[in-house]
């Protein structure tokens, strides 16, 4: 009897856990369905989910008016950079606040954190003049100043609470046998938080590649990531779902990719330590 | 300081690279058909001018306003050449934030501009930006559904004319609704009708002295008689539909009457994406009571920020993209019916455009019926149509457009959102120094 239960109730969180997955992902798959539709079908009531006629005439349209590889570069290039930096910038600061803790340390972490708490056009203009006479506009370094700046106090978070879980002692013992600073945090604190950078960097590379705030308004035609090329389907007089589908498609697929790949380290550094 | 130095070298690098192709124009543009025809034709102008390039940047049209005007504002020199609309021209002119178009050549033809547009993109004489197209708002109606109904359209309709008609044409058991009208909140979505209906009743936004106007009588007329309508004949949900929400209503037959911008009736007639296309006809904007058809008219336009350093290579571009040769250009790549329409006289006197375009005639009534010097019936302090043309109309129009929207919806009250509307406009423009 009490077997069944059991059974039963597997089945249900089964379901349940399915059919949460699936709500959540269903948004993804209209996208992708409605990208090999007809601009009339793809506002066609009541939708049409599958017996559609396939065409892949918008992914032809969007090739040939975007240039899609440049756009792609600038991302990785504008992502994979800000979280690199950030993370140089942040491994050492995460340090100092998880093993030489002060009076201060939590209000600092507060005071970062609270950087994010400013709605971002706030900064705008003042930003767009330093970058004005910077002559950083529209340029990648631009880009990856701004997204490693606004980044950083989500990297020095997750990194603060990963390096709060390794024991200190370790380092110290690492330091009893002469090991410098440099050192104690390449070869010793590093491999051990290597679950906990992983999925800081995932993270931090999915989030710098969804910007669209930054990236749009501090962009022209040089350095404009897969935001504006998105950006650029949508259309105040006339359809434009079904390329507009197309062109996101394209734009999500690279980092989709990759979350799948990831998954394991990314599930694996988000629980890290939870278990404890 | 050693780091310093890099990033200040490699910031001066990064900006003297920019300055290598001396002769790359970047152009700012929305995602409308007509630009991305004029994107794919880029070739004809590198062709004729082989010393300059032409870099595009096509954004959605709020993100390309947001965008614009944040680099014109500050300087940013970003863009050589934006398209921007009828509303920022007078006012960016003033900024002094546009170069007057005055190097536009000899076969621009200035006075073939249709005058109502021409007023529209000029200041104290002087061409700001060039249009590109343009449009005005009409009835849309299917000819099919009102002969069913047994009701006909005139020429020149009256609202109450267009109501009566609706709502026989009106079959809710199929689906039909007799009446498509703008619902979604914002200042050039919902607020472009219903400041262009208001106009027709002899409303206005402000008196001479920047009063709103929305305790007086000719909103309440007009408001309510546009929930009322939109109630007993309008599609569900209609406070979220905007252009094209109601383009892919109409196209797949479920609305009777659509009133909306003119550029419209090229897609309704397209038989590739419309189920209706052979079944449309037209009137000019209905009037309430008044000789005033609403004064709605838009341009996209070409316009060169005053910060530029390549002004003269920007003349170039938009003449060769608004002139008379350019229509032609696109006439014999794609048809006379794919022309961008609504900016020259030349175009409706040409019979092979009037051929491809039945509706050729009635847009050009539309627009010459258009007047953004004097858009209502009783005096106004300002210029506009569908839209006042003070900076602080984006912000407010799209306020305002919330209550109207509720109203719409259900969730307010006519009174109340004329109220709310009232004292938030009150508010506004107490706080921009117009009413003391």
Known sequence: MARSVTTQRKLTFTILGWAI????????????????????????????????????????????????????????????????????????????????????????????????????????????????????????????????????????????????????????AARMDGASLMKEIVYVLTPMAVPGIASTMLLNIILAWNEAFWTLNLTAANAAPLTAFIASYSSPEGLFWAKLSAASTMAIAPILIMGWFSQKQLVRGLTFGAVK | ?????????????????????????????????????????????????????????????????????????????????????????????????????????????KADLLPAIDAAVSVDGKLYASPFYGES??????????????????????????????????????????????????????????????NSFGGRWFDEKWQPQFDQPEWKKALTFYVDLMKEAGPPGASSNGFNENLALFQTGKCGIWIDATVA??????????????????????????ENHGNWLWAWNLGIPAGTKKAEAA????????????????????????????????????????????????????????????????PVPYTGGQFVAIPEFQGIGTAVGQQFSAALAGSMKVDQALQSAQALTTREMTKGGYIK
């Not at chain 1, 529209?138 to 709060?164: E, Q, S």
């Open chain 2, 315 to 378: 003349q170039k571009f938009v003449s060769w993209a608004t002139d008379k040769a350019y229509t032609e250009l696109v006439a014999s790549k794609e048809g006379w019916a794919n022309v961008p329409p609504g900016t020259r006289k030349s175009l409706y006197a040409n019979p092979e455009y009037e051929k491809a375009a039945p509706f050729a005639k009635i847009t050009l009534d539309a627009m010459n019926a258009a007047n953004t010097t004097k858009p209502t019936v009783k």
């Open chain 1, 21 to 172: 997955g699936l709500l959540i992902f269903f948004p993804i798959l209209w996208t992708f369905l409605t990208s090999f539709k007809t601009e009339g079908t793809a506002v066609a009531t009541p939708p049409q989910f599958l017996f559609f006629d396939w065409t892949l005439e918008n992914y032809h349209e969007v090739q040939s008016r975007s240039d899609y590889m440049k756009h792609v570069t600038n991302s990785v290039v504008i992502s994979v950079g800000s979280t690199l930096i950030g993370l140089a910038l942040a491994i050492p600061a995460a340090w100092a606040m998880a093993f030489s803790p002060t009076k201060r340390t939590k209000d600092v972490l507060m005071w970062m954190l609270s950087t994010k708490m400013m709605p971002p056009v706030g900064v705008l203009v003042p930003l767009y003049l330093i970058f004005r006479d910077w002559g950083l506009l529209d340029t990648r370094l631009g880009l990856v100043a701004v997204l490693t700046m606004i980044n950083l106090p989500i990297i020095v978070w997750m990194l603060y609470t990963y390096f709060k879980e390794i024991p200190g002692e370790i380092l110290e």
């Open chain 2, 1 to 109: 300081m050693l780091s310093r130095t890099l990033l200040l070298g490699a910031a001066s690098v990064l900006a003297m690279s920019s300055f290598a192709h001396a002769e790359t124009l970047t152009i700012a543009t929305v995602n409308n058909g007509d630009m991305v025809r004029m994107q794919k034709l880029t070739e004809d102008f590198t062709k004729k001018n082989p010393d300059i390039q032409l870099e595009w940047v096509t954004l959605e049209e709020n993100v390309l306003r947001q965008r614009v005007t944040t680099d014109i504002a500050t300087k940013g020199g970003q863009y050589d050449v934006m398209t921007i609309g009828t509303y920022e021209v007078p006012i960016w002119a003033k900024q002094g934030w546009l170069l007057p178009l005055d190097g536009l050549g000899a076969d621009y033809d």
């Open chain 2, 137 to 198: 708002a009409m009835v849309m109606y299917r000819t099919d559904l009102a002969e069913k109904a047994g009701v006909k359209i005139s020429e020149k309709p009256t609202w109450d004319e267009i109501a009566d008609a609706a709502k026989k044409m009106t079959d809710k058991s199929t689906e039909t609704y007799g009446i498509c009208l703008r619902g979604k909140a914002g200042w050039g979505e919902n607020m472009a009708l219903l400041t262009a209906m208001s």
């Open chain 2, 265 to 290: 009736a090229s897609f309704v007639t397209n038989p590739k994406d419309s189920k209706v296309a052979d079944k449309v006809g037209y009137a000019l904007f209905p009037t309430g009571g008044f």
